[in-house]
């Protein structure tokens, strides 16, 4: 994970990645010590990735520093994935799923 100089995170899942709580815990943590007090969008780049589990869904549902995230993925098993994460979970900020990362980097910067 990342702050780039545009103060956009960006988060890329390793291939082939099962997210379990700790890996989520451990991704909310940097996200915060990145940001500090402030808040900055967030790009999650989730492709290729494997699973995530309950006890990460359950993690990425708390509030962190993210001010609104765009996960990106490429086939319809992540969208599958990202939508069934968006329509079980109350999010603390807006979270868009995207296939076309100008798109998402279009909508981070709405703000």
């Known amino acids: 994970m990342e702050l780039d ?3 956009l995170l960006r988060l890329t899942w390793a291939r082939g990645a099962s ?3 700790a890996d ?3 991704a909310m943590e940097r996200v915060n010590l990145l940001c500090g007090q ?3 969008p967030m790009l999650v780049d989730m492709a290729t990735t494997a699973d995530v589990s309950r ?3 359950a993690v990425f549902g708390r509030p962190c520093q993210a001010s609104r995230i765009a996960l990106l993925g490429s086939s319809p098993v992540d969208r599958v994935m990202a939508n069934f994460f968006l329509g079980i979970n109350k999010l603390p900020c807006p979270t868009k799923f ?3 990362e100008a798109d998402a980097l279009a909508w981070l ?3």
Request: zero cysteines.
């Open 5 to 7: 100089p545009e103060h």
């Open 19 to 21: 997210i379990t709580e």
């Open 24 to 26: 989520a815990e451990a």
């Open 38 to 40: 402030n808040r900055h």
């Open 55 to 57: 006890g990460a869904r």
């Open 98 to 100: 995207f296939t076309s």
């Open 109 to 111: 910067k709405l703000t």
